[in-house]
């Protein structure tokens, strides 16, 4: 039999027990099935007279994310569209820590600035129409990526997997040499094309991009695991931040969290 002075005390404890449950409902959110997110924030133009993000890659640095933004635009007004991409580090919350210019900037608009990865130290970043995949912020030479055309990217094990953003093949690259060391078919489909890439350490994600836009799970070694319904409309850039996926939306420059 309880003593009526302890009932106090009893409703005290169950008061913070519930307080405890309530923050942790509160303060990590459980979305359920893979796919189900949030769309976290959304960039606004950077000026006036750079009106237009195309958002690319996608990554994570343990502390900012990472986004490729492949702006285009015209200085001579007569044709000769140049590329002038930027790297941005963006806070979970949507602000710009910081920003460089990716390698390669002033190509021609056919180059295509597509990927970006972490790999501890450094930022990797693709150019699909030169075929090369640069370490920025070093003075080594690009790789050269030869009949692959590197859309986004991730880095795991000491390798970079890049998606060939036509044939949907993932590769994967030992960055010392630049040789491929494996290769397997990604998502076999005839209307979608092959953009994001993430990794959270046991498996990779894919992204597609089209009519209908999903994110497909595999192994390292090529083995299909499972797709959902992509939460952004156009996945062009994956990225894992240990607990969730991030993908941006090109069309709507949205940044969406999801469960993997």
Not at 133 to 151: H, L, M, Q, V, W
Not at 206 to 229: C, H, L, Q, V, W
């Amino acid at each position: 039999m309880i003593r009526k002075n302890l009932w106090p005390v009893l409703a005290v404890v169950c008061f913070g027990a519930c307080l405890i449950l309530m923050c942790q409902i509160n303060f990590k959110p459980a979305y359920g099935a893979p796919g189900d997110g949030t769309a976290m924030f959304q960039l606004e133009p950077e000026t006036t007279s750079r009106p237009d993000r195309i958002s690319q890659g996608l990554g994570y640095d343990g502390t900012y994310l990472l986004y490729l933004d492949d702006y285009i635009y015209d200085p001579e007004e007569d044709g000769s569209t140049h590329i002038y991409p930027t790297v941005y580090r963006l806070t979970t919350a949507g602000s710009i820590a910081s920003s460089f210019t990716a390698p390669g900037a002033g190509h021609q608009k056919t180059s295509a600035h597509k990927g970006l990865a972490w790999d501890g130290s450094y930022i990797w970043v693709s150019i699909a129409g030169e075929k090369k995949i640069y370490k920025a912020g070093s003075d080594e030479a690009p790789i050269i990526t030869e009949n692959i055309y590197p859309y986004d990217m991730t880095y795991a094990g000491g390798n970079l997997y890049e998606v060939d953003g036509n044939s949907g093949w993932v590769y994967k690259i030992n960055t010392g040499t630049g040789s491929t060391v494996s290769s397997f078919p990604g998502p076999s489909t005839t209307e979608e094309k092959y953009f994001g890439m993430a990794d959270d350490g046991t498996y990779l994600y894919i992204g597609t991009y089209g009519r209908n836009p999903k994110i497909y799970k595999y192994t390292f070694a090529g083995t299909a695991e499972t797709s959902f319904a992509a939460p952004c409309g156009h996945p062009l850039g994956l990225a894992y931040d240990g607990t969730y996926l991030w993908c941006v939306d090109d069309e709507t420059e949205k940044f969406w969290r999801f469960e993997k």
